[in-house]
Nanobody
Framework: QVQLVESGGGSVQPGGSLRLSCATS????????VGWFRQAPGKEREAVSV????????YYADFVKGRFTISSDNVRNTVYLQMNRLEVEDTAVYYC???????????????????WGQGTQVTVSS
């Protein structure tokens, strides 16, 4: 059974860093793509980043380029999102999601993902 468990969220000041983890089970991570999404109160869910583990291709939303880095550890079956230089606008619940195979230009469409985790809260405030 597919399971996704996010962790690593918390409260930080602007300019701080957090590393989110998505622990996966029930499937072979190397054959799947894993995306990170976020949703702030009153806002639509938006795509943050994705990694295609079949070919190690990554995509990033424009608002996190240069600040966030996605990576996979196929031995630990875990995907990470390293978040640096956090801004107040990054405050949201962050979710990971998986889909089989690789993703292309449509990576940001949440409808293509098959399974979702429960989310972890990230709060950036001074």
């Amino acid at each position: 059974q597919v399971q996704l468990v996010e962790s690593g969220g918390g409260s930080v000041q602007p300019g701080g860093s957090l590393r989110l983890s998505c622990a996966t089970s029930g499937f072979t991570l190397r054959y799947y793509s894993v995306g990170w999404f976020r949703q702030a109160p009153g806002k639509e869910r938006e795509a943050v980043s994705v990694i295609s583990n079949t070919d190690n291709i990554t995509y990033y939303a424009d608002f996190v380029k240069g600040r966030f880095t996605i990576s996979s550890d196929n031995v630990r079956n875990t995907v990470y999102l390293q978040m640096n230089r956090l801004e107040v606008e990054d405050t949201a619940v962050y979710y990971c999601a998986v889909v089989g195979g690789r993703v292309g230009q449509a990576w940001a469409a949440d409808s293509i993902y098959d399974y979702w985790g429960q989310g972890t809260q990230v709060t950036v405030s001074s």
